[in-house]
């Protein structure tokens, strides 16, 4: 098979690029690991920003978002108990978020790419890129018996932190940083009315909370957990009941229960590779960097890298252009790198560290109290949590 773009991984790095190249008369074929179902069962992010919104839209697969997605003007932040309103609108001068979930934003994707003929290839085990440093490069791939081929101008490595093409750059080439936090999140999702129709964020000195959505009738809660936690662990009951105690109490009172849907673990951690270019392997989103979901910059982050890879493969292919696609890394790192710093800032602020030293624990209170009483703190929080512009 011959291509332009060869893409490895179906989540939504890979399928938005796909779906953006494919409006601008670019073709590409995505090799996915795993079936679409499997794609589709993973909760994950529920929160986009508006540069998000903005590239579905480009890449015709808003509309369902526009129309189901509910746009939040704001959060709260709970200290121990005390509540803070962050009006985002007011803040950033008009700017919104819109809770839309990751599952959401996929489905939509992989819908586009079936209604315009899309090339996506579920259950390809074995991918390789090969030819990385030559003007041909070329993915191989294994479905059942047979090793396939697929021969392409460049290949993006779109497959998420675990995935092989990271791993395909030597290590002499790639400048790795890294840091991991002593806790973990348990998600559960629950077929009951949100608390609160914003997002509560809640500090408190058992450990992180919260309080997120995915429509009026499905809850997504979070609570920090030790990493040592297993979710077996956790019963529905015991789940609630954790979260309840790390709520403020008029909160916690009005909180519906039920059944658990799904529950998972996720542990929190900062990463970045650099350069996000080697030879003709591109990397975009997670396969390029992590952070903790604290700040809901996962996603976000990689949409921007694929604005910018997006608009630099347009160029070379319209315009003859490289400098796009030369300007790839360093623009996308840039981006990647103040999405990093915020997300860290929001994890160290809303977090129990344990063993954290008293000094440590005074500044962390300090920031609160910062928050609390600083309109420009606020203001800054804000301009992060909404998305800076690409
Ligand atoms: P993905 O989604 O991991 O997709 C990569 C795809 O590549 C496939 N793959 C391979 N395919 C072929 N060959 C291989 N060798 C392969 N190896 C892997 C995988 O099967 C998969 O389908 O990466 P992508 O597309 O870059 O997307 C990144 C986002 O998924 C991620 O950043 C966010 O989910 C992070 N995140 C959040 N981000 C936000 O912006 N806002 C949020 O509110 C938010 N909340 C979250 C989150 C992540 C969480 N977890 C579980 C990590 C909440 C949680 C709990
Ligand atoms: C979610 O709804 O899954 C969610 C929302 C905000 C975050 C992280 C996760 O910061």
């Not at 996506?120 to 059942?144: C, F, M, N, Q, W």
């Amino acid at each position: 098979m011959k291509t332009q773009v060869g893409i490895i991984g179906g989540g939504p790095s890979g399928l938005l690029l796909s779906q953006l190249l494919h409006v601008n008369g670019i073709d590409s074929v995505i090799l996915e690991r795993q079936s679409r179902d499997y794609v589709l069962g993973r909760i994950r992010a529920g929160v986009l920003e508006h540069g998000f919104a903005r590239l579905m839209r480009e890449a015709q697969c808003g509309e369902r978002m526009d129309r189901e997605g509910q746009i939040h003007e704001g959060f709260e932040i709970s200290d121990n108990g005390a509540l803070l309103h962050v009006n985002l609108k007011e803040l950033t001068g008009g700017n919104t978020v819109i809770v839309y979930g990751q599952t959401e934003v996929t489905r939509d994707l992989y819908e586009a790419r079936d209604r315009m003929g899309g090339v996506i290839i579920h259950d390809a085990s074995d991918v390789k890129p090969h030819g990385i440093l030559t003007e041909t490069p070329y993915l191989t791939y294994r479905k059942g018996s047979e090793i396939l081929r697929v021969d392409c101008d460049f290949i993006v490595g779109a497959d998420g932190f675990h995935g092989v093409s990271r791993k395909s750059v030597p290590g002499e080439a790639l400048r790795e940083f890294e840091r991991v936090y002593p806790f973990g999140w348990l998600g559960m999702l629950s077929r009951t009315e949100p608390v609160s129709p914003e997002l509560i964020y809640a500090k408190h000195e058992r450990g992180f909370a919260l309080c997120s959505l995915r429509s009026q009738v499905l809850s997504r809660y979070y609570i920090q957990v030790p990493l040592s936690d297993t979710v077996d662990g956790w019963s529905d009951e015991a789940f609630w009941g954790e979260l309840k105690r790390r709520l403020p109490a008029e909160i916690a009172a009005k909180l519906i229960t039920g059944p658990s849907i799904e529950k998972s673990i996720a542990p929190l951690r900062s990463y970045v590779a650099e350069p996000m270019r080697y030879g003709n392997l591109f990397l975009a989103g997670d396969a390029a960097h992590i952070v903790p979901p604290t700040g809901a910059r996962g996603l976000n982050s990689a949409g921007s890298d694929i604005y910018y890879l997006f608009n630099g493969l347009r160029d070379y292919y319209r315009n003859d252009d490289d400098r796009g696609l030369e300007a790839y890394s360093e623009r996308a790192l840039a981006r990647v790198w103040k999405a990093q710093r915020f997300s860290w800032w929001m994890t160290s602020l809303l977090h129990t560290f344990p063993d954290s030293e008293p000094y440590a624990k005074r500044l962390q209170d300090t920031e609160m109290s910062h928050l609390f009483s600083s309109r420009n703190a606020l203001a800054s929080l804000a301009e992060n949590y909404v998305g800076l512009e690409y």
